[in-house]
């Protein structure tokens, strides 16, 4: 009972100072914010100097992530499937290719992996 009463006043302790430190680290970053602004010999910039992040791009790398996790997903049951030859193994990794190219279809035909628009 002792040692678990040590241990949360320790978490307590460790978060208070990593708190602290980040409260110190972000007064500097305030003191600093002119710094971080564009500069343009001495005027004031035109437009913004940071591009907006382009959303299509964010949906297009996250269906790809999405797609490459799942195919990762196939390596095992492929490997164990040259081991033994067994024909319920076969039927899911038909349904999941199945699931897999379905859902593909379907970023397609939303207009999702279409790029230039």
């Not at 009463?5 to 978490?11: D, F, G, K, N, Y």
């Not at 269906?63 to 499937?81: Q, R, T």
């Not at 040259?82 to 699931?99: E, R």
């Amino acid at each position: 009972m002792i040692s678990m009463t040590v241990a949360s006043m320790l978490a307590i302790f460790l978060a208070g100072v990593v708190f602290f430190i980040a409260w110190l680290i972000s007064k500097q970053a305030l003191a600093d914010r002119e710094k971080s602004s564009p500069f343009e010999c001495g005027f004031d910039p035109l437009s913004s100097a940071r591009v907006p992040f382009s959303l299509r791009f964010f949906l297009l790398a996250v269906i790809f992530l999405i797609f490459d996790v799942e195919v990762v997903l196939l390596f095992p049951a492929v490997s164990l499937l040259n081991l033994t030859m067994n024909s319920a193994m076969i039927i899911g990794i038909v349904f999941f290719l199945i699931i897999l190219i379905w859902g593909l279809f379907h970023e397609w035909n939303e207009g999702s992996l279409d790029w230039m628009n």
